[in-house]
């Protein structure tokens, strides 16, 4: 048996999904939209698999997979969705998609995929403490205040806090934030990478980001002495 999360605003499709995950066995913990998500999929919730749709009403799903993989929920995550051109195909993935199904859908298809994926197991990363992204309005906050962010700048951000203590490509930063085959210069991403840090100042977030000279980016923990 396994612990599934299901995030899909339809309620037709999601009385489907949870009625064939409970029928072959499976626990379903249910949401709605992104900031039920956010509530009932949290690094705390023991999930196997996250079953998230792309098209919700509140928030991009894509952004609600970053910012729980940034809290620390590593569950594998088949994206559900009616984008189906490959360029949304793409997004998907380099938003943390580990699957990806186009609805409509067979549910034994759906059943036999996130099989597969549980037998992956989650990816047990560092958490990135203290900072949590909230994908309905584009924000950090910590526990010393909230910023808004540009939809750009919240995906650049949540690409390399989903993964501390990694170095994140600038390819995979650039996927992340920016539409299939965009041409982005050094320029423009070291420009918000410096619009990001300011704003993670103003919060005094415990995570900062650094660069790694000739790759990319990685998220640490900011020394306490630094405040």
Known sequence: MLTIGVCEDQESIRKVLVRGLRQAGHEVVVAHDGREALLQFGPDEPLDVVVMDVG????????VVQALKSAGQHAPVLFLTALGAPHEVLAGFAAGADDYVVKPFEIAEVLARLDALARRGPDRR?????????PVQHAAR??????????????MLAAITSRPGEVVRRRSVVA??????AS???NTID????????KLDEIESPTAI????????????RPAAHW
Not at 214 to 220: D, E, I, L, N, S
């Open 56 to 63: 919700l009403p509140d928030s991009d799903g894509r952004d």
């Open 210 to 221: 650094e660069t790694v000279r000739g790759v990319g980016f990685t998220a640490v923990d």
């Open 142 to 155: 910590s526990e010393h205040g909230r910023v808004l962010l540009t939809p750009t700048e919240f995906r």
């Open 176 to 181: 992340a934030a920016w539409p299939d085959g």
């Open 126 to 134: 560092l958490q990135a403490g203290g900072l949590v992204l909230d």
């Open 191 to 198: 420009s918000f990478i410096r619009r990001i840090r300011a």
């Open 184 to 186: 982005v210069s050094e």
